[in-house]
Nanobody, 115 residues
Framework: QVQFVESGGGLVQPGGSLTLACTAS????????MGWYRHAPGTERELVAQ??????YYPDSMKGRFTISRDNAKNTVYLTIHNLRAEDTAVYYC??????????WGQGTQVTVSS
């Protein structure tokens, strides 16, 4: 079992790019599925991207502007958001699929897209 800490959020202009990082408290087993999720007020939390060892998955609604990657030596998972839009404004979380199903979340990192 691990604990995740998200970082890298902030105020970003539309059209820019941003990379978020998620660092685990212990060794991240390469067999762990890891996901990035986001939650904006008044909306449901949604999956942005998921990665196993090196295989990435993106829901249809998220294809095109997101890149998920991981560096197991650093116990870190990354999410790069390209061509940021106002609707990307949300709190972004990293988590395992199991923990997400159990409604267990960390603090997340706030991404605000505004000019």
């Amino acid at each position: 079992q691990v604990q995740f800490v998200e970082s890298g959020g902030g105020l970003v202009q539309p059209g820019g790019s941003l990379t978020l990082a998620c660092t685990a408290s212990g060794t991240m087993n390469q067999t762990y599925d890891m996901g990035w999720y986001r939650h904006a007020p008044g909306t449901e939390r949604e999956l942005v991207a998921q990665i196993q060892s090196h295989t990435a998955y993106y829901p249809d609604s998220m294809k095109g502007r997101f890149t998920i990657s991981r560096d197991n030596a650093k116990n870190t998972v990354y999410l790069t958001i390209h061509n940021l839009r106002a609707e990307d404004t949300a709190v972004y979380y990293c988590n395992t699929p199991l923990r997400s199903l159990l409604h267990l979340w960390g603090q997340g990192t706030q991404v605000t897209v505004s000019s």
